[in-house]
């Protein structure tokens, strides 16, 4: 039994032979995964100028979670502690601005590993001559030059950034399975949720995992990692020392973590901001195609709203549900989208493609909302954009913008396209 479930959990380049021929592609194309594999192994070699070693994560679960298995599988392959640096970008920026390539340029890394940070055509991140990994699952076919690519996209059902850095740093070292395997399943559920069935070509992990993470212990989890990246300070690293620590999940929710009093901090702050921001009730376009909620608040809780939003409202019209704040960055508008669960109308829709089409309604639009616009999944995808530029793009969408934002966080009722008129609850599901 015990070689069973081992063979069904690890994917050795080895073990290719027993996936279908259909997903002997997954979760990434076999020769990136081989070259990826063979530049984390390239990075045990000393190095004569003692630079060290850059790893760029995402500040969601999903990319931590993968930046720690990168890290922690350096240090079972025996690269010093010291050697290994991590980068996080600031608030609402993004690895592609000068500041972001300026900040990394003066660590002086002799590698750098991006890890679930999105993907376009750009510059070097830093410069041509610094070797640079990417581990990447979102929509794009696109990439930064002089880098090396491993992404999942377009391999389905497409893995999230932990399980491919996982599967890609599994055959590196015998004990990745046995003390890492919990940071792929627990970055999965940040991404996919805790009810994500993992039937094949995904790895059964959860089995080899199943004593160390509960549903409850993933929930919470989540919550609490996820919590510090949230808040106005937008600073992970409470969240980042809690998993590069960690020997176990437990270690962090049972106190044996020094971080867990920042990260319930952090949480409270948070479930504040959500609860006043979920009071104020969407409007709807025209056709009640899209549910618009306007939010101000310096906190990134744009996605978690629009989520609760799209798993509440249920509409045989209703597509998707956008959420705008314009507290976040001054000057813009930040902006989630998620696609309605609930509506048979929307199983098969992209939001980049829907947004882009609308963008194209207004000459000039696109091109002056920029870099940032419609970036992440088909369908969770979102963005920052100027303000004068996000209403032009609601104006494409249907949206009258003679109603303010401050009109609609009080919850005014006399909007024809009002929630009540479209027969929904004035408060989405907790």
Known sequence: MGGKRKRNTALHESDEDVRTPHNRNWPADPASLRSARTFLQSLTQPDPQSKPILIVPDKDVDGLCGGAIIYRTLLLLGVPESDIKVHFVGKGSNIHRDDERENMQSVHARAIVVVDQGSR?????????????????????????????????????VATASLLAYICCEPLHPSVQSTLAWLAVLGTAGDLGRSHKWV??????????????????????VALLNAPRRTSSSDPRPSWNALIKAQVPSDITSGQSSELETLTACRAEINAEIQRCARIPPKFSPDGKIALIRITSAAQVHPVIA????????????????????????????????????????KHIDLI???????SLKSGLRKRMGDEFARGHAQATGGSVGEMEFDELLQCM?????????????????????????????????
């Open 353 to 359: 493609s829907t947004l882009e089409e609308f963008s």
């Open 398 to 430: 249907g949206f009258d913008q003679g109603k303010t934002t401050q009109d609609q966080e009080k919850g005014s009722k006399r909007a024809s396209n009002s929630l009540e008129k479209f027969g929904f609850t004035v408060s989405p599901k907790k």
């Open 121 to 157: 055509k750009a510059g070097p991140i830093v410069d041509k001559d610094t070797n640079t990994l990417i581990i990447d699952h979102h929509q794009s076919v696109e990439f930064p030059e002089h880098a090396q690519i491993l992404s999942a996209y377009g391999h389905e059902p």
């Open 200 to 221: 094949p070509p995904f790895p059964d992990l959860p089995s080899v995992v199943r004593s160390q993470l509960t549903s409850k212990t993933i929930g919470e989890l």
């Open 307 to 346: 989520s609760r939003w799209s798993n509440s409202l249920k509409s045989s019209k209703l597509l998707f549900v956008m959420v705008a704040n314009a507290g976040y960055i001054p000057g813009r508008v930040n902006f989630a989208c998620r696609i309605a669960s609930r509506s048979s109308s929307a």
